[in-house]
């Protein structure tokens, strides 16, 4: 069997690793874990002869004795001190505190409830978010592309809304160390495609693959940005999203990279020019500028400050174009800056135009205008490409179920998040509640299949028919996902049966059971009983 040498450096001592070709990357991870004498819970980092920091994997070049990769262990064990400091409790005393209830549960009622399944389905989720090092790593060190997942973060409420100074320079230095690095052809290749798990990847990283999305569309040569401008536009957009439960930072990457991955799938790149092109990306980018997780309709029902500017149209959506011309105007951030008058021009029309599609109020005229062209689609008719294009958008936003199930199911979890904090707000302000928002009506089954069958399918499915090639990419990953939300709802409304069932025979039980006890029957109790009865 062939097999791979590598000589590497563990804290300044020599040592060398064989394996065989194409073993398993756990296997290679743990030889340089044994290697390094290193904890379960420790983060290593690999360095290649020239300094740059490198995936440990099967697919190491090997190398000679003269040429060391250079190995280094950071510690992160889940259990420190500082960890515990910084989420504010100690995650092992939870788990302690969750299996104590547990058992008392258990023996006190025979059996343990489903919620108590859930939360420590919820705290074994969170463990092993805070163990696994994949998340602390740059640009696919440790990074097992092809699967695993890391779950949203569940402390979106005890974040102020407008990011801090603090945590916008600390991302910024961040990007800025990492923005120069190589990334791999394998990321390259896998950020073409639906299936990419952005749950995988921390802001700043997201920063430099975004850089890559604008280089590898040849968008700097095309229209001479500068890297510096384009970093400066990249970190003043992730700035102004906000902290909240689903539409923030990473949402907007998400639609990006999915815009990005549909021009590479359809081949767009030889049908439409480059500011087409340019046009997609950068409103994929800006699309839900400084969301506050409040929809138009909570905006018009509460009379906001956007819905008196706006006069109760898009208020949303003119404002996330009005956020993006505001970071386009300054000198430093605006990417456009090279670009003749004409060319900004059909580039600000086509933004707004693309971001104001986003308004779901305007799905069906929107989805109706590009059935009725689809028939005689020239690709050479502005007005076409200008539909096609915010169909494109379109998808892009909701797309989500288009992805793994591992990867889009989080995001729905988000969506509901942002959905019940609303509905919870109207309640509280007295304002007419949204019905699919209501956290006493909607559960996330009930949620999807409807929203799947009647808004995702039908869109997708009109894309296709342009694009025969997306039915694979992006509808039957969705038909999945709808038959997996059905058959969830099935299950959730036979456990409601079940618990109606139940609590209709406990009912039955205390009305034949009194409150001093069984109640006899004549004939059980005897005589002395049919005596009492009689005085």
Same mark, same amino acid.
């Given at each position: 069997?062939?097999?791979?040498?590598?000589?590497?450096?563990?804290?300044?001592?020599?040592?060398?690793?064989?394996?065989?070709?194409?073993?398993?990357?756990?296997?290679?991870?743990?030889?340089?874990?044994?290697?390094?004498?290193?904890?379960?819970?420790?983060?290593?980092?690999?360095?290649?002869?020239?300094?740059?920091?490198?995936?440990?994997?099967?697919?190491?070049?090997?190398?000679?004795?003269?040429?060391?990769?250079?190995?280094?262990?950071?510690?992160?064990?889940?259990?420190?001190?500082?960890?515990?400091?910084?989420?504010?409790?100690?995650?092992?005393?939870?788990?302690?505190?969750?299996?104590?209830?547990?058992?008392?549960?258990?023996?006190?009622?025979?059996?343990?409830?489903?919620?108590?399944?859930?939360?420590?389905? #919820?705290?074994?989720?969170? #463990?092993?978010?805070?163990?696994?090092?994949?998340?602390?790593?740059?640009?696919?060190?440790? +990074?097992?592309?092809?699967?695993?997942?890391?779950?949203?973060?569940?402390?979106?409420?005890?974040? $102020?809304?407008?990011?801090?100074?603090?945590?916008?320079?600390?991302?910024?230095?961040?990007?800025?160390?990492?923005?120069?690095?190589?990334?791999?052809?394998?990321?390259?290749?896998?950020?073409?495609?639906?299936?990419?798990?952005?749950?995988?990847?921390?802001?700043?990283?997201?920063?430099?693959?975004? #850089?890559?999305?604008?280089?590898?569309?040849?968008?700097?040569?095309?229209?001479?940005?500068?890297?510096?401008?384009?970093?400066?536009?990249?970190?003043?957009?992730?700035?102004?999203?906000?902290?909240?439960?689903?539409?923030?930072?990473?949402?907007?990457?998400?639609?990006?990279?999915?815009?990005?991955?549909?021009?590479?799938?359809?081949?767009?790149?030889?049908?439409?020019?480059?500011?087409?092109?340019?046009?997609?990306?950068?409103?994929?980018?800006?699309?839900?500028?400084?969301?506050?997780?409040?929809?138009?309709?909570?905006?018009?029902?509460?009379? $906001?400050?956007?819905?008196?500017?706006?006069?109760?149209?898009?208020?949303?959506?003119?404002?996330?174009?009005?956020?993006?011309?505001?970071?386009?105007?300054?000198?430093?951030?605006?990417?456009?800056?090279?670009?003749?008058?004409?060319?900004?021009?059909?580039?600000?029309?086509?933004?707004?135009?693309?971001?104001?599609?986003?308004?779901?109020?305007?799905?069906?005229?929107?989805?109706?205008?590009?059935?009725?062209?689809?028939?005689?689609?020239?690709?050479?008719?502005?007005?076409?490409?200008?539909?096609?294009?915010?169909?494109?958008?379109?998808?892009?936003?909701?797309?989500?179920?288009?992805?793994?199930?591992?990867?889009?199911?989080?995001?729905?979890?988000?969506?509901?998040?942002?959905?019940?904090?609303?509905?919870?707000?109207?309640?509280?302000?007295?304002?007419?509640?949204?019905?699919?928002?209501?956290?006493? +009506?909607? $559960? +996330?089954?009930?949620? #999807?299949?409807?929203?799947?069958?009647?808004?995702?399918?039908?869109?997708?499915?009109?894309?296709?028919?342009?694009?025969?090639?997306?039915?694979?990419?992006?509808?039957?990953?969705?038909?999945?996902?709808?038959?997996?939300?059905?058959?969830?709802?099935?299950?959730?409304?036979?456990?409601?049966?079940?618990?109606?069932?139940?609590?209709?025979?406990?009912?039955?039980?205390?009305?034949?059971?009194?409150?001093?006890?069984?109640?006899?029957?004549?004939?059980?109790?005897?005589?002395?009983?049919?005596?009492?009865?009689?005085?």
């Amino acid at each position: 069997m062939a097999t791979k040498i590598l000589y590497f450096t563990v804290n300044g001592r020599p040592e060398k690793a064989e394996f065989p070709v194409g073993c398993p990357a756990e296997d290679v991870k743990d030889l340089f874990r044994s290697a390094a004498e290193a904890g379960p819970h420790d983060i290593l980092k690999l360095y290649n002869p020239k300094g740059n920091i490198i995936n440990i994997s099967p697919s190491l070049e090997p190398n000679g004795p003269n040429a060391f990769y250079k190995l280094e262990v950071v510690a992160a064990d889940r259990n420190s001190a500082g960890l515990a400091g910084a989420l504010g409790f100690d995650l092992s005393s939870m788990e302690k505190r969750l299996q104590g209830l547990e058992k008392k549960i258990l023996i006190e009622a025979s059996e343990t409830p489903a919620v108590v399944h859930e939360m420590k389905k #919820q705290v074994d989720s969170f #463990q092993e978010k805070l163990e696994n090092v994949e998340h602390l790593s740059w640009l696919g060190l440790f +990074k097992d592309l092809s699967e695993g997942t890391h779950k949203p973060s569940p402390f979106y409420h005890k974040r $102020t809304l407008h990011k801090t100074r603090k945590e916008c320079e600390h991302v910024r230095e961040q990007f800025l160390q990492m923005s120069s690095l190589q990334v791999s052809e394998e990321v390259r290749q896998y950020l073409k495609t639906p299936t990419f798990d952005n749950w995988q990847w921390e802001d700043a990283e997201i920063m430099v693959l975004l #850089q890559v999305m604008y280089t590898d569309l040849d968008f700097i040569a095309a229209f001479n940005i500068e890297p510096e401008v384009l970093q400066q536009f990249l970190f003043e957009v992730y700035r102004r999203y906000n902290n909240i439960p689903f539409h923030n930072f990473k949402h907007c990457f998400c639609v990006t990279q999915m815009m990005y991955g549909l021009i590479w799938l359809t081949d767009l790149k030889s049908k439409m020019d480059s500011v087409d092109l340019l046009i997609m990306l950068t409103c994929a980018v800006c699309h839900d500028l400084d969301h506050t997780g409040y929809n138009n309709a909570y905006q018009i029902n509460a009379r $906001t400050e956007l819905a008196l500017r706006y006069n109760d149209i898009s208020p949303l959506e003119n404002h996330h174009c009005a956020v993006a011309f505001e970071i386009l105007e300054k000198t430093e951030s605006n990417i456009f800056r090279n670009l003749s008058m004409d060319q900004y021009k059909r580039i600000r029309e086509g933004i707004i135009k693309c971001i104001l599609a986003t308004d779901m109020t305007r799905h069906n005229e929107i989805l109706n205008k590009f059935k009725s062209i689809l028939p005689s689609f020239d690709f050479t008719n502005k007005d076409h490409r200008d539909v096609l294009m915010m169909i494109l958008i379109k998808v892009s936003d909701i797309s989500n179920e288009a992805r793994p199930m591992e990867v889009a199911e989080p995001w729905l979890d988000c969506l509901l998040q942002e959905f019940y904090n609303q509905s919870d707000k109207e309640k509280l302000e007295g304002l007419p509640v949204t019905p699919f928002m209501d956290r006493d +009506k909607v $559960t +996330k089954p009930s949620s #999807q299949t409807g929203f799947i069958r009647f808004v995702l399918l039908p869109l997708f499915i009109e894309l296709a028919n342009l694009f025969p090639c997306l039915e694979q990419h992006i509808i039957d990953p969705v038909r999945k996902a709808l038959d997996y939300y059905t058959e969830m709802e099935k299950a959730l409304e036979k456990e409601k049966q079940i618990r109606a069932q139940s609590d209709n025979a406990a009912k039955s039980k205390e009305e034949t059971v009194g409150p001093q006890g069984p109640a006899q029957s004549h004939a059980e109790a005897g005589p002395e009983a049919l005596r009492a009865d009689t005085q």
